[in-house]
Nanobody, 121 residues
Framework: QVQLVESGGGLVQPGGSLKLSCTAS????????MGWYRQAPGKRREFVAR???????NYADSVKGRFTISKDNAKSTVYLQMNSLKPEDTAIYYC???????????????WGQGTQVTVSS
């Protein structure tokens, strides 16, 4: 069993910063990549950022230059540093990982429970 647990969400004023964390745990054999998605009220879930096992990153155009994804392999943790936050960044942020579990031969996509980020004055 593999679990992803996010933390770090909250309420922040426009222009402020937040840092999200997501830790993968359980019977993990390898992690292909991990990333972040978000879903605002009434909208579809959308891609935010991703980092591969080799450290390559990519971002949604809407967050480029403001958000930075990073990881700590030893802790199986991925971070999302969010700066210059805007009201339109308000959403539930979900961590996702393509992970090979010890008990399963193929990689699967796992999701965290989500953490709320609200940008408001």
């Amino acid at each position: 069993q593999v679990q992803l647990v996010e933390s770090g969400g909250g309420l922040v004023q426009p222009g402020g910063s937040l840092k999200l964390s997501c830790t993968a745990s359980g019977s993990i054999l390898s992690i292909y990549h991990m990333g972040w998605y978000r879903q605002a009220p009434g909208k579809r879930r959308e891609f935010v950022a991703r980092i591969t096992s080799g450290g390559s990153t990519n971002y949604a155009d809407s967050v480029k230059g403001r958000f930075t994804i990073s990881k700590d392999n030893a802790k199986s943790t991925v971070y999302l540093q969010m700066n210059s936050l805007k009201p339109e960044d308000t959403a539930i942020y979900y961590c996702s990982g393509r992970i090979v579990a010890v008990t399963l031969p193929d990689p699967r996509d796992y999701w965290g429970q989500g953490t709320q980020v609200t940008v408001s004055s």
